[in-house]
């Protein structure tokens, strides 16, 4: 008796508390001793079901790390509540920035990862105007020791300028994506500049970076105490 053999793809959706979409991409294999058609029918079927469980998961990974990032949107800063000094866009994608990642061992299985993005930044959120590049170092503590999969980060951002370099803290917290990929958790963070140079070489104030959910842009605006 032949064995019909099916692959498909679905894609899935699901709504944070936020009712902001997430959406997920899952495939699957199955096999029929009736026809290739059934077979399909049933690849089709699961491969549905996992996109929708992989979407639903995700989307709960954000309402839990949603209650960490909230309090960041109320910093007291007065600058905030003025237009920007700067304002330019970078992105997290691999395929446009040069990506590292070290694994680091310590203590058994607390597994950390050192990590590293270097890349463009962009005057415009549809990444055509390149103004400058940005580099960052990280470090993602005990990854193999939680089982909320919202881990710690530290680390520092150096955006390059035309007109000089400002430096800030990253230690905004990521989640583990069902595929294997840490992300920065979505939200609204506020963070001291850290130093600068040329222009800005005592400059001082407030960076503050917008991540929205499904995207890998990600914006920065600039707030100089004058």
Do not use: H
């Amino acid at each position: 008796m032949p064995v019909f053999t099916a692959f498909a793809s679905a894609n899935g959706e699901a709504y944070t508390k936020e009712n902001v979409l997430v959406t997920a991409v899952s495939s699957a294999t199955a096999t029929s001793e009736i026809s290739q058609e059934d077979a399909l029918e049933k690849a089709t079927s699961l491969a549905q079901q996992l996109a929708n469980e992989t979407a639903i998961y995700d989307a709960n990974v954000i309402n839990e790390a949603t209650s960490i990032s909230t309090d960041l949107e109320n910093y007291n800063v007065t600058q905030i509540d003025s237009p920007p000094d700067l304002t330019f866009y970078c992105s997290n994608s691999i395929s446009i920035n040069a990506f590292t990642q070290t694994k680091l061992y310590g203590n058994g299985s607390n597994e950390s990862n050192l990590q590293t993005f270097n890349g463009p930044l962009f005057l415009d959120a549809a990444l055509t105007q390149k103004i400058g590049k940005w580099a960052l170092t990280q470090t993602l503590y005990n990854i193999n020791s939680k089982s909320t999969r919202i881990f710690d980060r530290t680390g520092v951002i150096t955006f390059y300028l035309p007109n000089g370099q400002i430096t800030t803290m990253n230690n905004i917290g990521v989640y583990k994506r069902s595929d294997g990929i840490y992300i920065t958790l979505p939200g609204t963070y506020l963070q001291t500049i850290l130093g600068g140079t040329d222009e800005y070489l005592n400059a001082r104030g407030i960076v503050k970076r917008i991540v929205t959910v499904n995207s890998i842009t990600f914006s920065v605006s600039i707030y100089l105490n004058q």
